[in-house]
């Protein structure tokens, strides 16, 4: 594995010839919330923009300090006291907002719920009553492994509101993953429900955390929320939410919070490695999600119907589900099930009948919906739609423009942020009234961050060089640390490079100085002393009219270092690559990147192993090519599914 090696000047000086470039459309440029005067304001004088963001939110006690930063250690507004739920609901109830609309809930077998923010008020204040009851105090962690409902949402700004600690599982993991994360979080309380809807059947969660707990003493009670009607077992430990929560008073009284108290546990997608804990804390995490929902999605509150895809078990689902859009006093989808249920048609079935006019999704799903084929939306009324965003990976153009034409209707900007779990919140991306968006470009820093392409030594690179991401200076929503382990928080992000923030992603500079991400360091291949990503060898890969979807890896080979093996889904199926297309797709990517970027074997598969975020865990399949037990799989979304690889491959061996 070419580890921590960058891309090379003379490949990448081959790679993205894209020239097309789209500008934003002149109506939403000329009553964009952020205008281009913003990146110079935030330059000028970075931490007076931060504190400017932080004036969003409602303050107990102003804070006395912007920043206080022992490098790797940064406190943000410290001395200041807010309450994040307050921040999300009660302020927009006292400003008259009771009525509007914050979740309009869609169950997947159709069943609706319309929540507004008067009614959340109340939902919440219930949720926080039971907890306290239930023996959760001020830094107690408490463990959330829910279907996409809304008390999922609740749950989590019940606990924000006592100051509790969430940390919210995927609802798709298995009895180890829970358990894993119980044991490093040592939660006390387990927020469930007895299922889920999921593929048009109830699928069940509560045996889950059964096995789970059953051997996890810390955990002293199991709330439940009744969401299938499905059986379950019960034990003492067990309390039914319609009993203990809905009998609550919907009363209240909120404690301020410390500023750095912390907010919330998240793991990690576990792509390259065992998940990590990263911890986020309130007012700093809150002021930039708060800001880059309404700066990157041109929010107008007021106006706007707003749906993020995500699920609430990944950071975007926490960041742009609950806290940036609730913060905003925004409208908001929350959608429980999966894109084919009960057809391929229902993501924009939902946009039509909300009328959406902001979406935000994974190119993942957005290369499912392409090769699903473009008459399912077109089936449908798109038109409410005014910016759609990208997120999880590198968004290859051929889906950016797919996306853009397809669901956009060439109208509609794209938004392609960068971020990470660890970051908080969107660090890099287009802003769609001021930036002309390239197919496959994050473009450039928003304002107050400050990013970079380093190289090898930590040096800038010039325009049209390639390296890794870094970032220069501290922002409100970093990570503070990794749950239990300071260690690996600094052995991680700030070893790499004296003073600068690692993500562990490549990435590129063009001739104009926008920013194009590569994906991970752990992700680049050596093949014959060249450096190439993955990203770009499946982008060629993609825009093959044969192949929907594309992952390569660098497989150890005697002649070259690595060889390269791609892994396809072929349009309309087929488990083998024929022959003659096996050297047409070379050809096609010899022509696109270069000889030295040709497969060496390229293998047809069903699926592939993707964790919950949609992203495409190379790491599985490089065990497979070169034929070694398939490492940890706890974070794949269907763990039956190296199995299934692996016996349609004998010829992987
Ligand atoms: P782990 O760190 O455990 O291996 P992970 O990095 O997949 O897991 P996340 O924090 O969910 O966990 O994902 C963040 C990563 O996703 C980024 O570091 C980057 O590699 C990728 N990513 C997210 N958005 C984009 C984007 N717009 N363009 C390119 N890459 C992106
Ligand atoms: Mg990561």
């Known amino acids: 594995m070419a580890d921590s090696t960058p891309p090379s000047q003379e490949t990448l000086s081959n790679l993205l010839h894209e020239t097309r470039s789209f500008p934003p459309p002149e109506d939403l440029a000329a009553n964009a919330n952020v205008k281009a005067d913003a990146y110079a304001r935030a330059?000028?004088?970075?931490?007076?923009?931060w504190e400017e963001q932080a004036r969003r939110l409602q303050w107990d006690q102003p804070w006395d300090t912007a920043l206080?930063?022992?490098?790797?250690?940064a406190k943000w507004f410290v001395g200041g006291k807010l309450n994040a739920a307050v921040n999300c609901v009660d302020r927009h109830v006292a400003n008259g907002l009771g009525e509007r609309v914050a979740y309009y809930w869609e169950g997947e077998p159709g069943d609706t719920r319309t929540i507004t923010y008067a009614?959340?008020?109340?939902?919440?204040?219930q949720a926080a009553n039971a907890m306290t009851e239930l023996g959760v105090g001020k830094g107690d962690r408490v463990?959330?492994?829910?279907?996409?409902?809304p008390e999922t949402v609740v749950a989590m700004l019940a606990c924000a509101r006592i100051g509790a600690v969430h940390m919210v599982v995927f609802g798709g993991f298995s009895v180890d993953a829970l358990g894993q994360r119980l044991d490093d979080s040592q939660a006390k309380l387990v927020v469930t429900a007895d299922g889920g809807y999921r593929r048009g059947k109830p699928s069940a969660l509560k045996p889950a955390v059964d096995g789970a707990?059953?051997?996890r003493p810390a955990v002293e009670k199991v709330l439940?929320?009744?969401?299938?009607?499905?059986?379950?077992?019960?034990t003492d430990r067990d309390v039914w939410w319609h009993d203990v929560v809905e009998s609550q008073s919907t009363e209240h009284t909120p404690e301020a919070h410390d500023a750095e108290d912390p907010l919330y546990i998240m793991y990690t997608s576990g792509t390259t490695a065992k998940p990590k804990g990263i911890l986020h804390t309130t007012g700093g995490y809150l002021t930039q999600t708060s800001y880059t929902h309404w700066a990157v999605f041109d929010l107008k509150p007021e106006t706007d119907v707003y749906w993020c895809a995500a699920d609430i078990g990944w950071v975007t689902g926490h960041s742009y589900i609950v806290y940036g859009p609730l913060s905003n006093a925004a409208t908001t989808v929350l959608y429980e099930g999966t894109p084919d249920t009960p057809h391929k048609g229902r993501f924009w079935e939902i946009i039509e009948k909300y009328k959406v006019s902001i979406a935000y999704m994974a190119p993942t799903a957005i290369r499912t919906f392409m090769k699903w084929g473009d008459d399912i939306p077109a089936g449908f009324d798109l038109s409410s739609l005014r910016v759609i965003g990208s997120v999880g990976e590198p968004i290859n153009p051929e889906a950016y423009m797919w996306y853009?034409?397809?669901i956009g209707g060439d109208r509609a900007p794209v938004v392609d942020t960068w971020w990470q779990t660890e970051t908080g919140a969107i660090m890099v991306s287009p802003l769609p009234g001021v930036t002309s968006g390239k197919p496959g470009a994050a473009m450039r820093a928003i304002p107050g961050i400050v990013a970079d392409v380093v190289d090898e030594e930590g040096n800038s690179v010039p325009d049209g060089g390639g390296g890794f991401i870094v970032i220069r200076e501290p922002w409100p929503s970093m990570l503070r640390g990794i749950w239990g382990d300071p260690e690996r928080y600094e052995n991680t992000y700030w070893s790499r490079f004296e003073g600068l923030y690692f993500p562990g992603d490549g990435a590129k500079k063009d001739e104009d100085g926008d920013m194009w991400l590569l994906g991970r360091v752990d992700d680049v291949m050596l093949v014959s002393g060249h450096n190439l990503s993955t990203t770009e060898v499946e982008s060629?890969?993609?825009?093959?009219?044969?192949v929907a979807e594309a992952a390569v890896v660098g497989a150890a080979d005697k002649l070259t270092g690595q060889a390269i093996v791609g892994f396809v889904i072929l349009r309309g199926g087929g488990d083998e690559v024929p022959e003659d297309l096996v050297q047409e797709l070379r050809n096609h990517v010899g022509t696109s990147l270069g000889p030295i970027a040709k497969p060496a074997r390229l293998l047809a598969v069903p699926e592939l192993p993707k964790t919950r975020s949609g992203k495409i865990m190379r790491r599985l399949l490089r065990d497979i090519a070169e034929n070694r037990a398939i490492g940890d799989t706890s974070t794949l979304t269907d763990s039956s599914i190296m199995e299934v690889i692996a016996k349609q491959l004998p010829s992987a061996k």
């Open 43 to 49: 330059d000028e004088d970075r931490l007076a923009f």
């Open 68 to 73: 206080e930063w022992n490098p790797p250690y």
């Open 119 to 125: 009614e959340l008020k109340d939902m919440v204040s």
């Open 143 to 149: 463990a959330i492994y829910m279907p996409m409902i």
């Open 213 to 215: 707990v059953a051997d």
């Open 224 to 234: 439940v929320v009744r969401r299938t009607g499905q059986d379950v077992e019960w």
């Open 404 to 406: 853009r034409k397809n």
């Open 540 to 546: 060629a890969l993609v825009s093959h009219p044969r």
